[in-house]
């Protein structure tokens, strides 16, 4: 059960290049979230997603894109990297409407550094 | 809009002490209430939750909270922590309105140190 797993797990690019932050979850889940940590202000919502096709943003979407073609991939953009940007990158699923939906599990993370 | 406060951003404690970290919450509707744990280097984990009913929850580890509604709290309790409960402990709430899952909102952590 590989549950939910994000790639790459670190990631150095530069200011003003594309970078794209891949998450997979293997349980089917309708929900799909983006959050970033930083030091200070724990994890914020970035976007998220309630089923393929529908997303709606969260506290700190700007500079981000997201898409959801698949239930089971959440991609994020960064369209335009900027310093602000390095974070520690966490995405998360639930399977709202079951027992269990409104707990969120959480992927490994991705270490995203913008020189 | 929701907001957690969390009063204690680094706790250092020594091994069998008992923990309480305060958490409490800002928001005008029924909330779902969470704590997740961070140990070193790790992804977040699910300690506890709370959706309904009893507002004394337990979790894994050893570890419970309980919700007082009155106060807008959800502190977490351990009655004798270990060396490996070393973490980053977050509080987390997202509102219970039935009208699908809402992204949560953390609180920005307590730092817990055990010292052996």
């Known amino acids: 059960d590989a549950g939910i797993t994000q790639s790459p797990r670190y990631k150095i690019t530069e200011t003003g290049r594309q970078v794209t932050l891949m998450c997979h979850q293997t349980?089917?889940?309708?929900?799909m979230f983006w959050y970033r940590q930083d030091l200070g202000h724990g994890l914020r919502l970035i976007y998220y997603s309630a089923a393929a096709d529908i997303t709606d943003k969260g506290e700190v979407p700007d500079g981000y894109v997201v898409s959801r073609s698949k239930t089971e991939n959440f991609p994020l953009t960064l369209e335009s990297a900027t310093r602000s940007q390095t974070s520690v990158y966490f995405c998360a699923s639930s399977d709202y409407g079951t027992a269990t939906g409104e707990t969120q599990y959480f992927g490994p993370g991705t270490r995203l550094l913008v020189l | 809009a929701q907001s957690v406060s969390q009063h204690n951003h680094h706790v250092i404690l020594s091994e069998a002490a008992s923990l309480e970290l305060g958490c409490n919450y800002s928001?005008?509707?029924?909330?779902?209430l969470f704590w997740y744990v961070q140990y070193p280097g790790q992804h977040l984990q699910l300690l506890l939750k709370y959706f309904s009913g009893d507002p004394l929850v337990k979790g894994i580890k050893g570890f419970e909270a309980e919700f007082i509604k009155s106060k807008f709290s959800f502190n977490l309790r351990k009655p004798s922590v270990q060396w490996s409960d070393t973490a980053e402990y977050f509080c987390?709430?997202?509102?219970?309105?039935?009208?699908?899952?809402?992204?949560?909102?953390f609180g920005k952590g307590t730092h817990l140190i055990i010292q052996p």
């Open positions: 349980w089917s889940h309708s929900y």
């Open positions: 987390a709430v997202n509102s219970n309105s039935g009208g699908g899952a809402d992204g949560l909102t």
């Open positions: 928001y005008g509707g029924t909330v779902n």
